[in-house]
């Protein structure tokens, strides 16, 4: 089991993130899927946690299609699509049926406080005495790969016409009104002898990049849901969701919206809420580029041995 803790500060409210995490999620989801593969919406519906307050619960089907060359020597293996499963605070990842990858699974506990990533003891419930990497994203300064750069994207570029925000320069965190941070606990498990270090630091790595990627998004894209409600951004999640579902090649479901309007002068939100869709599998936007290789603490490629050819 590896485990991090990453915070990622964003130049919003909690109020504001929470509208817009979910435009970002949905937009990001339909431009990244394709047919037969991508993210199927399997369940969408009004859903109340005892620890996190009321939310929606989503499953999500991810399918993985051409980045199973990811893990090189497993195509044969690999499973054809994870399961997703979010709640409020919480996201849980697991593979389907596949006989050679019993033990994986992805755990992600979200918080959000209005804060710039100061609270050492947000997770002291859930983790207080588990060994884990602090890691701060900053989605200003951290560098991403060229080929996913977009000019447009970029927060030391962008700024916001309808809230004049952007353009952050480097300490932008130490300064910057209004902050808060999202916090995110990852727990990935691969218990496979002989391939589970690997493993581990490969996915945390891919984990890395989508919160990157996806919160660069999420704020380059304000001037798109700023001024949405919650019952506009949910509506223009179901529409996405079933436009995405079509995409990809499968019948839109059923999806269920909460009825229960939020005030759109105050926008409260719970000290959590739905976290960035996660997939282990490096989406097309986030391979690897062959002709840049960059420093990592992980490889950009896992070549896995074959089980099928023993070895005496």
């Known amino acids: 089991m590896l485990m ?22 949905s937009k990001h989801s339909h431009e990244q899927s394709d047919r037969g593969e991508g993210v199927e919406v399997v369940q969408n519906e009004p859903y109340e946690d005892p620890n996190h307050g009321n939310g929606q619960l989503t499953e999500k089907r991810v399918y993985l299609n051409r980045q199973v060359h990811c893990l090189a020597g497993l195509e044969q293996l690999f499973p054809k699509y994870f399961m997703l499963q979010r ?47 602090i890691c701060f994203i900053d989605i200003a300064s951290d560098e991403i790969p060229e080929r996913y750069y977009k ?18 320069k480097e300490g932008w965190r130490e300064t910057h009104q209004p902050i ?30 989508i919160l990157l990627i996806g919160h660069r998004q999420a704020f380059a894209w304000v001037d798109e849901w700023y001024d949405m409600t919650m019952d506009e951004v949910r509506e223009f ?3 996405t969701q079933e436009a995405t579902n079509k995409k990809i090649g499968v019948f839109p479901p059923a999806i269920s919206i909460s009825n229960t309007s ?49 070895t005496f």
């Open 4 to 25: 991090k803790e990453y915070r990622i500060c964003m130049p919003l409210t909690v109020e504001e993130y929470r509208i817009g995490q979910l435009y970002m999620i």
């Open 87 to 133: 709640r409020p605070g919480i996201i849980i990842l697991t593979q389907s049926q596949c006989s050679f990858l019993p033990k994986f699974s992805i755990h992600i506990e979200t918080k959000y406080e209005d804060n710039k990533g100061s609270n050492d003891s947000i997770f002291d419930k859930e983790a207080k005495d588990l060994e884990r990497e």
């Open 151 to 168: 000019e447009s994207e970029d927060p030391k570029y962008f700024k916001s016409q309808k809230t004049g925000r952007g353009q952050l």
């Open 180 to 209: 808060m941070c999202s916090y995110k606990l990852v727990t990935v498990k691969f218990e496979v002898w002989g391939l589970q270090t690997r493993v581990e630091q490969f996915v945390h790595k891919v984990v890395r990049d």
């Open 237 to 239: 999640e179901r529409a």
């Open 262 to 310: 939020m005030p759109s002068s105050t926008r409260s939100a719970p000290s959590s809420a739905p976290s960035t869709p996660l997939s282990t599998d490096a989406p097309d936007f986030l391979t690897v580029p062959k002709d840049r290789p960059r420093k990592k603490s992980a490889p950009e490629t896992l070549t896995l041995p074959d089980p099928s050819k023993k």
